[in-house]
T-cell receptor
């Protein structure tokens, strides 16, 4: 079945460091891919998405490119801030499906 | 403002009692979902509904029940049959379709002692 694998956390970075959170997926067909962010004690919010191969999703300085050849959707940000500290979830939604498949989440801590 | 509301934020119950968690949306979304999140873990799907008066079991439906009598509302009942009900419960909604993201409520933290 479909699945999403994310790098394990926590990831700890200093402010202004470069961020990469790896995400790979297994799916038949052509899924849509998402990154969601969860701040402490809150629900998830959509951060960005890409719906077809080679699409780049971007928002708030974060970006991720849908790579079908490597089945990956890695999240990157050039300069993180303390306010980016949160849990990040990679997810996929397959064609014809109503169930979004979420990765286990990666916790990010950014130190001032 | 459009969005999803869950109430209450915190809920405490004694073991053996059923409890119902509220979820309401005014986004005019057809699909609604309930997830369970345990500390340090991802989301697990409990139930989902694609349309009024219809719902399907997710991956961990045992010990839970839902109803979808109105488009805006998708309440979740945690029954006494759920062996380990203490968790953070998230409700979400979304449009139908293969590119549609989900919109999440703020969650309800249920503690059963």
């Amino acid at each position: 079945g479909d699945s999403v694998t994310q790098m394990e956390g926590p990831v700890t970075l200093s402010e202004e460091a470069f961020l990469t959170i790896n995400c790979t997926y297994t799916a038949t067909g052509y899924p849509s891919l998402f990154w969601y962010v969860q701040y402490p004690g809150e629900g998830l919010q959509l951060l960005l998405k890409a719906t077809k191969a080679d699409d780049k999703g971007s928002n708030k300085g974060f970006e991720a490119t849908y790579r079908k050849e490597t089945t990956s959707f890695h999240l990157e940000k050039g300069s993180v801030q303390v306010s980016d500290s949160a849990v990040y979830f990679c997810a996929l939604l397959n064609t014809g499906g109503f169930k979004t498949i979420f990765g286990a989440g990666t916790r990010l801590f950014v130190k001032a | 403002d459009g969005g999803i509301t869950q109430s209450p934020k915190y809920l405490f119950r004694k073991e053996g009692q059923n409890v119902t968690l509220s979820c309401e949306q005014n986004l005019n979304h057809d699909a609604m979902y309930w997830y369970r999140q345990d500390p340090g873990q991802g989301l697990r799907l409990i139930y989902y509904s694609q349309i009024v008066n219809d719902f399907q079991k997710g991956d961990i439906a045992e010990g839970y029940s839902v109803s979808r009598e109105k488009k805006e509302s998708f309440p979740l009942t945690v029954t006494s049959a759920q062996k380990n009900p203490t968790a953070f419960y998230l409700c979400a909604s979304g449009l139908a379709g293969p590119t549609a993201e989900q919109y999440f409520g703020p969650g309800t933290r249920l503690t059963v002692t």
